[in-house]
Structure formats: structure tokens, C-alpha cells
């Protein structure tokens, strides 16, 4: 558009309507972004509901394990109970105290003679001590010319 032929009133209303386009872009950018936050925000809350569903699955699938697991226990102490009253029937006698075995090691901690207390070290330090700088052997000086010995 040409604005050296326009009179005044046209170019004002070609403002407005440069001014109206810039609102279109402004209001057409908004509205991508306001799109994309919606369909990340329907994509979270469909991850959430898909992580509750494997949640309350694991949860039931635990439960059942729990009552598997105490229907093996009351089923093993059902066997255990069983089998104590048979031994209790068979073996009435064995119910009398036993003496308590002794260690192997107290009685032979008990034989050895007692050991001597051993003067204590000086400590060590943790660190090696720094090595020895090499000794460079001196290399033979130059005489230097000297004002009275000139050859």
C-alpha cells in the first residue's frame, strides 16, 4: 500500500487494521499454546489414571499373596502342631533336662597359658617418609681466568 496517495482518514483505518492483524496473530499464538498445555494436561491425567489402574491391580495381586501365605503358615503350623503331639506320645521320657554342652573354645581358651603383655611400639607415621634428594656429583669447575695467570 501506498501511503503518499492515502488521505488521513485511510491510513488511520489501515492502522487499525495492521493493529487488528497483530491482535489475530497474538490471539491465534495464545490459543496454540493454550491447546497444547490442554492436550499435555489430558496426556498427564491419562498416565495417572493408567498408573492408579497398575497400582490398585498390584494391590489386589498383594492381597492375594497375603492370604496365600497365611493359609502356608496356619497349614504349616497345623503339620507342626500334629507331628509335636506325635513325638509327645512316642517319647514321654525325653522331656527331662539335658546339661547345657560347653564350648570347644571356652574349654580350650580355659588350657592356654596367659599371654604376656608385650611392650608397646612407638607409633608409626601413615605416610612414608620423603625420599632422599639425589646427590648430583660435582661437576669439575673451569678454572676461571684469573688477572694474574694469563697465557
Known amino acids: ?36 498445555q490442554a492436550r499435555a494436561a489430558k496426556r498427564r491425567r491419562k498416565e495417572v489414571k493408567l498408573m492408579a489402574r497398575r497400582a490398585r491391580k498390584q494391590a489386589k495381586q498383594a492381597k492375594a499373596d497375603l492370604a496365600d501365605a497365611r493359609k502356608a503358615l496356619a497349614v504349616a503350623e497345623a503339620k507342626l502342631a500334629i507331628a509335636g503331639s506325635h513325638v509327645a506320645a512316642r517319647k514321654p521320657a525325653s522331656a527331662k533336662p539335658r546339661p547345657k554342652p560347653v564350648a570347644k573354645r571356652a574349654i580350650a581358651a580355659a588350657k592356654q597359658k596367659p599371654v604376656s ?10 605416610a612414608p617418609p620423603p625420599a632422599p634428594e639425589p646427590t648430583v656429583p660435582a661437576a669439575p669447575s673451569i678454572p676461571e681466568a684469573q688477572p694474574g695467570n694469563e697465557s
Do not use: C, F, I, Y
Not at 3 to 27: E, F, H, I, W, Y
Not at 117 to 126: C, E, K
Open 117 to 126: 603383655a608385650r611392650p608397646l611400639l612407638p607409633a608409626v607415621p601413615s
Open 1 to 36: 500500500m501506498k501511503t503518499s496517495n492515502m488521505n488521513p482518514d485511510s491510513q488511520k483505518l489501515a492502522g487499525a487494521v495492521q493493529a487488528a492483524r497483530l491482535r489475530v496473530v497474538a490471539a491465534e499464538s495464545r490459543w496454540q499454546t493454550s491447546k497444547q
